[in-house]
């Protein structure tokens, strides 16, 4: 049974850090693409960063590159986000999925795979 659970999440100062693990089960997370997303009150989900299993490229949208990283540990079939110079608008609750359309300059939608349930990320003085 394909099963994500993010953790990390909570509440930051703006110019703060956190980070996000996304640890999976039932299957091997290097076998496949997988890819952060986020979801802010009142707006749609967007896709934040992935790991291409094609091309093994790590990708961002343009509002967060510079300041988070996506790396995944293939030991422990757990991928990470590290968020550092957090923004208001950074706030909202953070999913990984698996197999997105991962590649240079897109969407990182569709997503083909399964979801996470979330975790909520708040960016507050």
């Known amino acids: 049974q394909v099963q994500l659970v993010e953790s990390g999440g909570g509440l930051a100062q703006p110019g703060g850090s956190l980070r996000l693990s996304c640890a999976a089960s039932g299957f091997s997370l290097e076998l496949l693409s997988i890819g952060w997303f986020r979801q802010a009150p009142g707006k749609e989900r967007e896709g934040v960063s992935c790991?291409?299993?094609?091309?093994?490229?790590?990708y961002y949208t343009n509002s967060v590159k510079g300041r988070f990283t996506m790396s995944r540990d293939n030991a422990e079939n757990t991928v990470y986000l590290q968020m550092d110079s957090l923004t208001p608008e950074d706030t909202g609750v953070y999913y990984c999925a698996t197999d997105p359309l991962c590649e240079r300059g897109g969407t990182m939608f569709p997503v083909f795979g399964s979801w996470g349930r979330g975790t909520q990320v708040s960016v507050s003085a």
């Open positions: 790991i291409s299993s094609s091309d093994l490229g790590t």
